[in-house]
């Protein structure tokens, strides 16, 4: 049987599996490999297990990545995420020309993603030695999967030509909410918007503070389940504006009660800060549609993000640091029930029937079939 293996140093959610299961229907022998569970990574929160985790994402986990690709079986692909972003560049150094074939699947652009964050300086000697690794990676790997055209564009123009680049949107696993499309919400119901994940230094956090200071809209329930550095700077500055349970904070849901909580949400919040459309592109957004959640993203125009929205005629976009934008946005989503209606039924349909694993397997079975024959 043919055999795929994903790799990312922490585990990803039903994304992943979803994906897992896509492929598993088609023929593959399919298997998601990595190095952190989610709940130890959601866990971390002293000074002493972040530095653990820090030790097994960069250290322990790499040196699983080259021993599997190093002894590689026949017959198998290896698809390498960018977390950790040099991983993929040892999975193709350890299988070189006899191990299995490496397919380089780009979730974040690096070194670009760090010096977005503030964390590493352009022209400095990491910056240097990092885009090597990166490029290297590239050029040895048999595909190089972006998650959209416009990443893809940006990476060319920081790169130069990208060898054997592929677009396939990293979707999400629909299953969940397959029986459930959007139904009009019981008249007084509040409108729910929910907003589920890590909030991290690619996210606009601003914004929301900003939109919230003018005045949250009667008939607006806010809901924040996640973690992260923005995730406790936004709830700080939430907190003096004395709006009580129509904004609330809660840690990362299990799955259960993350399937549940996405269910009853009407609107799915996703932010994306000023120089972030070329490095990364927000995963919730998927899930969020496939659960039948309009969209509302605060992100930079001609983004992927943007695109998928004004595509599907699912949401609504506003730029970062248009506070009245985003405040316009809610007011608009709680003051016409039947458009919100109408966009959450759109964005149902695009997440069932264009970005649930299903559909995209079939893209990613011409990458892998095109890898394991040394066609890619």
Known sequence: MKAVEFWSSVEYGTFQ????????????????????????????RSRAARLILRMRTYIVYPFQVFRRFLG???????????????????????????GPPVVHWVFDLFPDVLIVAGAMNRGSAPERISRRVV??????????????????????????????????????????????PPAARVEGAPVRILYSGNLGRMHDVETI?????????????????????????????????????????AANLAEREWVQAMSAADIGLVTLRTGAEGVVMPSKTYSAMAAGQAVIAVCPPESDLEDTLRDHGCGWTV????????????????????????RRRRAWNAGQEVFDQRMLAARWNSVLEAALHGKA
Request: charged letters at 20%; aromatic letters at 10%; a positive charge.
């Open 17 to 44: 599996r979803g994906l897992v299961r896509a492929l598993g229907a088609s023929g593959w022998e399919a298997e998601h490999r990595f190095g952190v569970k989610q709940a130890d990574y959601w866990d971390a």
């Open 319 to 342: 730029r970062p640091g248009d506070a009245a934008g985003l405040a316009a946005a809610w007011e608009s989503a709680a003051s016409d029930p039947g458009e919100l209606l109408r």
């Open 72 to 98: 590689g079986r026949p017959g198998s692909v290896g698809v390498v995420s960018t977390n950790t972003f040099f991983a993929p560049w040892i999975a193709a150094v350890a299988s070189g020309r006899n």
């Open 135 to 180: 490029r290297s990676a590239f050029d040895r790997s048999v595909a190089n999967v972006f998650l959209g055209s416009r990443l893809l564009a940006f990476a060319e123009r920081q790169f130069g030509p990208i060898p054997r680049a592929v677009v396939i949107p990293v979707g999400c696993d629909a299953e969940p909410f397959r029986a459930m």
């Open 209 to 249: 503070v900003d939109a919230l200071e003018i005045g949250l809209p009667d008939g607006i329930v806010l809901d924040f389940c996640g973690n992260g550095p923005g995730f406790r700077r936004l709830q700080a500055a939430v907190q003096p504006l004395g709006l009580g349970a129509r904004v609330r904070f």
